[in-house]
């Protein structure tokens, strides 16, 4: 019994840091998209289409998510069950909470900050990187 309870916390916690690293390794960036596209004239109706699709998939709860994406999920990882296919659910899953969380973050860096770092001459991957 032990060695069931041991098995399933190992496949929890793999379950968990692989999903948790890959939403941060896709979320953030699209985060930073996201950012950069609102602050940008010309790429007003992509913020509009990714702000679009992060909404929609934040507000679909999770055991839905799940049952929409049994098709994809059999097509991108081979099967439904187990703990590869949870990976795979709950990175796409927390993706859009990960680029809410990253836009959020940049949004709230004050503008007199981003002026002077922009007077100082920085451009904008230093920007993100940096300030």
Known sequence: MFS??????????????LSGFLA????IPLGVG???CSRSRRLKTLYALLDLLVNIFRSIPFI?????????TKNVMGTIIGPNAAIFN?????????????ENSFN?????????????????????TKV
């Open 34 to 36: 996201l950012y950069l």
């Open 4 to 17: 069931q309870i041991l098995k399933a916390t190992l496949e929890t916690l793999y379950m968990l840091l």
């Open 64 to 72: 839905i998510l799940v049952l929409l994406l049994i098709p994809v």
């Open 90 to 102: 709950l990175t796409i899953a927390a993706i859009p909470f990960m680029a809410r969380l990253a």
């Open 24 to 27: 941060t390794v896709f979320g």
């Open 108 to 128: 709230a860096v004050p503008s007199g900050i981003i002026d002077s770092s922009n007077s100082m001459g920085l451009n904008k991957w230093q920007m993100v």
